[in-house]
């Protein structure tokens, strides 16, 4: 299931982890889900109900979850570097076959090398690739393009901030925070607290010790708008890309190969 890099860990409850992690995801996206759906919907609606999936910067496995509970005869691979998630995937998906986990970072060139296949026909991923600048992220931009099939797609849904209209950002950015603040005051973790909770259970103390000396607290790199997303999938090789869903915040890009 998994390639020789990922370290298995057993004793802890994943399913729980699972649920924590969504929760903690949502505090920050309240509507994470609706753009999982329309993600699965564009796949379906493209290369059909049986893909063969590569998750990008697959974290704890959500995308590919969620891609198994709707198409059970579609396959995943995931890729990422964070010891600790990848700990929590593997202890989600052990056992099936359908699902292989592989540790890379995607800032290194030949981490193409480590998948097991050579095409994909859709590749996923969401709120993961804020974490790159420009630079290596067009790079990497380039490299899906030689993963997906002719007719594959690519779904990215992130952070796209669009600078030209900073009072609408400002307004915005405001009622989110200050609902996240409601929703801490009520019990919520925030992402610090779960990293916190996490280096306490034994399966992922360890792995998560890993993960900070990698990443440190948090890695920010750049947030271009939709249009720059969009003219450099086009530029590294996809036929059409725009947007197929968004909130005030965030977008979900199709670019289709």
């Not at 919907?41 to 590919?64: F, H």
């Not at 995607?106 to 859709?122: E, G, H, I, R, V």
């Not at 450099?232 to 909130?247: H, I, T, Y």
């Amino acid at each position: 299931m998994t390639d020789t890099d990922t370290t298995t860990t057993t004793g802890a409850d994943w399913a729980a982890w699972q649920e924590s992690w969504d929760r903690q995801q949502e505090l920050y996206m309240p509507d994470r889900e609706e753009r999982f759906r329309i993600m699965l919907d564009m796949v379906e609606a493209l290369v059909g109900p049986a893909p063969r999936v590569l998750d990008l910067a697959c974290g704890t496995g959500t995308i590919t979850a969620r891609l198994l509970a709707r198409f059970p005869d579609a396959v995943s691979t995931g890729v990422d570097l964070d010891p600790a998630l990848l700990a929590i995937a593997e202890g989600t998906f052990a056992g099936d076959e359908r699902v292989g986990l592989v540790r890379a970072d995607l800032k290194s060139p030949d981490w193409p090398a480590k998948l097991p296949y050579d095409s994909y026909d859709a590749v996923l991923t969401a709120t993961a690739l804020h974490w790159l600048h420009r630079e290596p992220l067009a790079a990497l931009y380039g490299q899906i393009a030689e993963l997906v099939r002719d007719g594959g797609v690519f779904l990215n849904a992130d952070h796209m901030i669009d600078d030209s209209t900073p009072r609408i950002n400002a307004a915005e950015r405001a009622q989110r925070h200050a609902r996240m603040d409601q929703a801490k005051a009520d019990g919520a973790l925030d992402w610090s607290e779960w990293w916190q909770l996490a280096a306490k259970d034994p399966a992922l103390t360890e792995p998560t010790a890993q993960r900070f000396e990698i990443y440190g607290e948090h890695a920010d790199g750049d947030m271009p708008p939709v249009e720059w997303h969009a003219r450099v999938l086009r530029e590294k090789g996809f036929g059409e890309a725009r947007p197929v869903w968004c909130s005030p915040s965030d977008t979900l890009l199709l670019a289709l190969k």
